[in-house]
């Protein structure tokens, strides 16, 4: 599968992050991108919107520094994430400003939008869409998005329920364009696992929690290095969306994980950060359920390192594995 030049070559890693409400900041972004990923964050973590104009303005500012200073190791570029759901009352202005500083990347999330697309395509982004399920997919390619974020089973936060063996393949069926898959990914094996099933970038949010760039408390942080699979809890209860958390700040919320009441989806607010939406990501954490592959809380730079050293092993791993097929093969074949 083709991958358009912003995202081909400049990439150090084949990896997205992904953007994280309330956690990710230009301190974030700024690390994930001079590592050789794509480094994200969402537009309504800038809060007033003018923080919003500060962030895009050092972001590109250090990114084009540190290119200068390293031409042999640039930079990979960064994407802004827009939610593009009604309740949403300040997608426009940060449309606009991310228009000013020609942000290469966008994310949209919780609606597709024509117009918004074609604004991004008019400064020479691109978009890419983030979908649990095959139909929704299709409609953002009609509406002129240029790839998708399949969102699986396990993916930290707002998360679908579907395989991401089945969501991806679903989605090459018809679709040649970039796919990035999140999901439960926090180790290199899983990024090269990812393209094996037909995806062309790595889509990773929690691990980049724990770490220290990241604006997570610090006993967020902690929990989920001590956390597993195990105790991931997926319920819509805190935004009106289905969603995966951990359950240890569930029970200190005072709620029982094993029995959470259904929300009424009608009444989820994903827009400048009302009571709930607050409490639901201050207080109750998002987290997927790929976390068993954590043990420390490094640097970003460092995370993205090791990552690398992951992905390059699997790598050889997996060609030694299919040698030794191979030359099983034809050693049946000789018989």
Known sequence: MALPPVLRDRLR????GSPLFIISGPELVIAQCKAGMV???PSLNARPISQLDEWLAQITEELAAWDKANPDLPSA???VNQIVHKTNNRLEEDVELCAKYKVPVM???LGAREDLNNAVHGWGGIVLHDVITDRFARKAIEKGADGLVPVAAGAGGHAGG???FALV???REWFDGPVALSGSIAHGRSILAAQAMGADLAYIGSAFIATQEARAQQGYKDMIVESGASDI???NLFTGVHGNYLRPSIVNAGLDPDNLPVSDPSKMNFGSGGNQEAKAWRDIWGCGQGIGALKDIPTAGELVARFSAEYEAAKQELAAKTALTAGAAMALAAE
């Open 169 to 171: 393949q679903e989605i």
């Open 77 to 79: 570029p960064f994407a």
């Open 107 to 109: 994310i949209t999330s």
């Open 13 to 16: 890693l084949p990896v997205i």
């Open 162 to 164: 579907t395989s991401p």
């Open 233 to 235: 809890v997926y319920s």
């Open 39 to 41: 480094g994200s964050f």
